[in-house]
């Protein structure tokens, strides 16, 4: 209970701090925000199941994943200007995949949780 009840307050705190910061970020520096966010939440999150922490992690950070998420779009945009809407789509997809996988990863290693 009081681990659910620090989560929460961690939670807070985050949310607050990050609701005003919407500054344009470099693709470095949002990722860079995004492990931070999900290293400390990790710290926190529930140890059910690995799933369970990902799905706490990802509220947490999700004004991280989603600037990260931006900036790897611009960046995508702009190595490939002549790449089709299709190509970029399938660009962008693999690139949220390997985000995603990449932050369960750090979840796990943070929490001890197996995959």
Avoid: H, W
């Avoid at 492990?35 to 992690?57: D, F, I, K």
């Amino acid at each position: 209970m009081k681990q659910l009840a620090t989560f929460l307050v961690a939670t807070l705190a985050f949310g607050a701090a990050s609701a005003g910061a919407n500054e344009p970020l470099t693709y470095d520096q949002a990722i860079s925000r995004l492990r931070a966010c999900a290293t400390a939440g990790a710290t926190n999150a529930p140890r059910g199941s690995l799933r369970e922490a990902v799905v706490a992690v990802r509220s947490l950070c999700r004004p991280q994943i989603d600037r990260v998420f931006d900036a790897t779009d611009e960046r995508i945009a702009a190595d490939n200007p002549d790449a089709s809407a299709e190509l970029l789509g399938e660009l962008r997809t693999k690139a949220r995949r390997k985000i995603d996988r990449d932050l369960a990863v750090l979840v796990s290693t943070q929490t001890g949780l197996a995959q």
